[in-house]
T-cell receptor, first 113, second 110 residues
Framework: NAGVTQTPKFQVLKTGQSMTLQCAQD?????MSWYRQDPGMGLRLIHY???????DQGEVPNGYNVSRSTTEDFPLRLLSAAPSQTSVYFC????????????FGSGTRLTVV | GENVEQHPSTLSVQEGDSAVIKCTYS??????FPWYKQELGKRPQLIID?????GEKKDQRIAVTLNKTAKHFSLHITETQPEDSAVYFC?????????FGSGTKLNVKP
C-alpha cells in the first residue's frame, strides 16, 4: 500500500494563478480531508468528504474547491491564488472518524508570490 | 463547530522527566480523541487515541486520559528521550471531521 499520496511536494505560484493539488489513497478509506498548516495555528480544515460524490466545507474553505468523483481521489483546487494561501497543505484519509485517526499524506508546500 | 484548545504551546523538559500536554474541547458530541506527533518537515503521525467510553489508555511510555464531564484530555509521556522532541497535536472528532489543537512543541534536552 502506498497510503496517501500527494503531489506536488513543492509549488510556487504567482498571485491570480490557479492550480490543483492532487491527493490519492489506496486504502479504500471513505473519509478524506484537506488541511492547511500555518505556524502557530495547527491544522485547519479546508474541505472534507465522507464518500464519493459527497463533500462539505470545513473551517477555512474560501478560495478552494474540491470534488470527489472516486473513493481514491480528492483533489483540491485553488481558484485564484493569493499570498494568504501560502502554507503547507496536507491531505488525510480515514476508515472511520468515529474510531480511527487520519493517515496523512506527505504534504505540499505552496508559496504564492 | 468544535473548538479545541491546547496548552502549553512549548514545553522543555530534561531527558528522563515526564511531559504533560493538555487539551480542552467545546462540543460534548465529540467522542474520539487522537494524538499526533509531527517531526520537523514530516507529516503528522497518529501515536495514541482514546474513545469517550474509556477514561485512560496506555501504550508503553505514553498515556492519554479523558475527562468527558470536564471536556478535557491529556497526553502523558514518561521517561522522555531526545527522540520524543517534536510537535504534538491533539484532535477531536466532530460529525465526520477532526478539529485540531494548535500544537505543543516539546523539546527534550539530553
Amino acid at each position: 500500500n502506498a497510503g496517501v499520496t500527494q503531489t506536488p511536494k513543492f509549488q510556487v505560484l504567482k498571485t491570480g494563478q490557479s492550480m490543483t493539488l492532487q491527493c490519492a489513497q489506496d486504502m479504500n478509506h471513505e473519509y478524506m480531508s484537506w488541511y492547511r498548516q500555518d505556524p502557530g495555528m495547527g491544522l485547519r480544515l479546508i474541505h472534507y468528504s465522507v464518500g464519493a460524490g459527497i463533500t462539505d466545507q470545513g473551517e477555512v474553505p474560501n478560495g478552494y474547491n474540491v470534488s470527489r468523483s472516486t473513493t481514491e481521489d480528492f483533489p483540491l483546487r485553488l481558484l485564484s491564488a493569493a499570498p494568504s494561501q501560502t502554507s503547507v497543505y496536507f491531505c488525510a484519509s480515514s476508515y472511520s472518524t468515529l474510531n480511527y485517526g487520519y493517515t496523512f499524506g506527505s504534504g505540499t508546500r505552496l508559496t504564492v508570490v | 463547530g468544535e473548538n479545541v484548545e491546547q496548552h502549553p504551546s512549548t514545553l522543555s523538559v530534561q531527558e528522563g522527566d515526564s511531559a504533560v500536554i493538555k487539551c480542552t474541547y467545546s462540543d460534548s458530541a465529540s467522542n474520539y480523541f487522537p494524538w499526533y506527533k509531527q517531526e520537523l518537515g514530516k507529516r503528522p503521525q497518529l501515536i495514541i487515541d482514546i474513545r469517550s467510553n474509556v477514561g485512560e489508555k496506555k501504550d508503553q511510555r505514553i498515556a492519554v486520559t479523558l475527562n468527558k464531564t470536564a471536556k478535557h484530555f491529556s497526553l502523558h509521556i514518561t521517561e522522555t528521550q531526545p527522540e520524543d522532541s517534536a510537535v504534538y497535536f491533539c484532535a477531536a472528532d466532530n460529525f465526520n471531521k477532526f478539529y485540531f489543537g494548535s500544537g505543543t512543541k516539546l523539546n527534550v534536552k539530553p
